[in-house]
């Protein structure tokens, strides 16, 4: 009787969760078709005419190329007239003919991409809690702000959300998948801890090839890599990164700010050395759902390595999405400090997803933009050392030092195994070698 009870709960969130996406394209398609998206203004996200704007860099580039020029070097097309930042391999898009009068057509094919990404983590809204808090993340300024740009990430998003999907059923087209996101923009590499499962060897045979690919990429595109870093703009109040606070924080107070980063640095450090020195006592893992733990460890080393090498605009947020579903379930753990951990990591996931609308009613209630940003980022602060004790917590044993080892997992099933396995959408039993999840078995 319990199982079904629990199977009926699955089925209403699940239901729950496709109305928010139906929902989700239904606004986008009255915010585009309807000319309404200068009203994402009222969320605190600044619009830009034309729209779909950073779309049009890669339609300006077939006009650079058309003209003989380097859209590297020279981008006169791009209505902010902006170069490239991306590897030459999106010029492809030249020779499909894609130009500027394709820009809104580029930009809802990233956008059809994004929401087949978040269709894919259906079969892990198992819970009202989870749909619900992913529809919090999906209606979130940052994700608008993807959108009404028309950015690439959207499209990025999807690969990686079908990587983690396939980790359980076809392990090596996730590789390709990741493979696929890294070529086109470099960061999605951090996906790779989402393939890593229970068995080295197995585990190994597909990541390495991977990683060497990618070291022979980036060896092959070296020289464009300074100037795709250069051609990289980022606004501090539109954006997310370790050195805001800092950075900020130096500035109002007359001070340098390299002894301020040197400081967070190392306070970063500290916070991987805390978080192996726990993984000693506790692990977390996730033996039921199929592809939860791989999606969240995806979007928490994105995040991580973003946040941490460089400052990005906030639309690259997006990735905390797929981090949601297996925090949820963290929320629900017996062991006391991962249920607060977690607790604290979905609040301020979600207020980092919210920022922009929170800081733009602060800023106009007090009428400084200063304070809201300090917060912003200590809030960054805050998500980024809790995704980073969740993502060491739940590596597998071979993944960690020897004396990390053998520690027991501490996740409490929110449903049962038996009526799990009788859900649709589910893929079945896994094979030990393709286990994915810390408790995988």
Not at 56 to 61: E, L, Q, S, W
Not at 247 to 272: D, F, H, K, Q, Y
Request: proline share 6%; charged share 15%.
């Amino acid at each position: 009787m319990g199982s079904n009870l629990e199977a009926a709960r699955c089925r209403i969130a699940r239901l729950l969760f496709a109305l928010v996406l139906v929902a989700f394209v239904a606004t986008t398609g009255w915010l585009v078709f309807g000319r309404h998206l200068e009203s994402l203004g009222a969320l605190g996200i600044p619009t830009m005419q034309p729209r779909f704007v950073d779309a049009r860099v890669f339609t300006g580039a077939t006009v650079a190329l058309e003209r003989g020029l380097d859209p590297l070097v020279t981008n006169p097309a791009d209505p902010l007239a902006r170069p490239l930042n991306y590897p030459r391999v999106w010029l492809l898009l030249a020779d499909l003919g894609v130009g500027p009068e394709h820009a809104t057509a580029l930009a809802l094919a990233f956008f059809t991409m994004f929401v087949g990404g978040l269709a894919l983590l259906l079969p892990v809204a198992r819970t009202s809690a989870t749909a619900l808090s992913l529809a919090v993340a999906v209606f979130s300024p940052a994700v608008w702000l993807a959108v009404e740009r028309g950015n690439a990430d959207l499209a990025l998003f999807g690969l990686v959300a079908l990587a983690a999907w396939l980790t359980a059923r076809r392990p090596r087209l996730a590789c390709g998948a990741v493979a696929t996101a890294a070529v086109l923009k470099l960061y999605p590499i951090g996906a790779t801890f989402g393939l890593i499962g229970e068995q080295a060897r197995s585990s190994l045979r597909r990541v390495a090839p991977l990683l060497a690919g990618f070291a022979l990429y980036l060896a092959w595109i070296a020289a464009d890599l300074p100037r795709i870093l250069t051609n990289t703009y980022y606004w501090r109040p539109l954006s997310y990164g370790l050195e805001i606070l800092p950075v900020t924080v130096a500035r109002e107070l007359g001070w340098p700010s390299w002894p301020l980063l040197i400081a967070a640095g190392a306070i970063v450090g500290a916070v991987l050395a805390a978080a192996v020195r726990a993984r000693r006592r506790i692990r977390l893992g996730d033996a039921t759902v199929p592809h939860a733990l791989a999606a969240f460890r995806m979007g928490a080393v994105i995040f991580i390595g973003t946040w941490c090498l460089h400052t990005h605009f906030d639309y690259r947020l997006v990735f905390l999405l797929l981090t949601v579903p297996q925090i949820v379930r963290w929320c629900g753990a017996e062991h006391g400090a991962i249920r607060a951990g977690a607790r604290i990591a979905l609040a301020a996931l979600s207020l980092v997803l919210w920022s922009l609308a929170w800081r733009h009613g602060l800023e106009r209630a007090i009428g400084s933009a200063v304070p809201g940003l300090m917060l912003d980022a200590a809030l960054g602060w805050l998500l980024a050392a809790t995704l980073l004790v969740g993502t060491v917590l739940s590596l597998p044993d071979w993944a960690v030092p020897r004396a990390c080892r053998g520690a027991p997992l501490v996740d409490l099933p929110v449903v049962p195994a038996g009526a799990i396995l009788s859900l649709p959408l589910d893929g079945g039993h896994r094979r030990p070698d393709r286990g994915f999840g810390a408790g995988s078995a």
